[in-house]
């Protein structure tokens, strides 16, 4: 069974920054594609973000040269480097992996007041 734990969300103002955590159980970690999405109200899930095993990343491009994504194998941890946050940002943050099924964590509200 794999568990996606995420932590880092909060209240911002535009302009700012956050870095968000996703930290995974299991042995899938190394040698899966890890990625960020996010759900604002109303709005379907969009991806924002993936990192493969050997670091290669994509981006949105509403995020590009804004968010970077990032992943330490030793530690299980994926991670989301949020600059320059603007309120369309806001929404809640999921962090997701595939292994034989789609695996998402409980999310983290992320609001960038204006």
């Keep these: 069974q794999v568990q996606l734990v995420e932590s880092g969300g909060g209240l911002v103002q535009a302009g700012g920054s956050l870095r968000l955590s996703c930290a995974a159980s299991g042995s899938i970690f190394r040698l899966n594609v890890m990625k ?3 759900q604002a109200p109303g709005k379907q899930r969009e991806l924002v973000a993936a990192i ?11 995020v590009k040269g804004r968010f970077a994504i990032s992943r330490d194998n030793a530690r299980n941890t994926v991670y989301l480097q949020m600059n320059s946050l603007k309120p369309e940002d806001t929404a809640v943050y999921y ?4 292994a034989l099924k789609n695996y998402w964590g409980q999310g983290t509200q992320v609001t960038v007041s204006a």
Excluded: F, H, L, M
């Design 36 to 38: 960020w999405y996010r």
């Design 95 to 98: 962090c997701n992996v595939y």
């Design 52 to 62: 493969t095993s050997s670091g290669t990343t994509n981006y949105a491009d509403s």
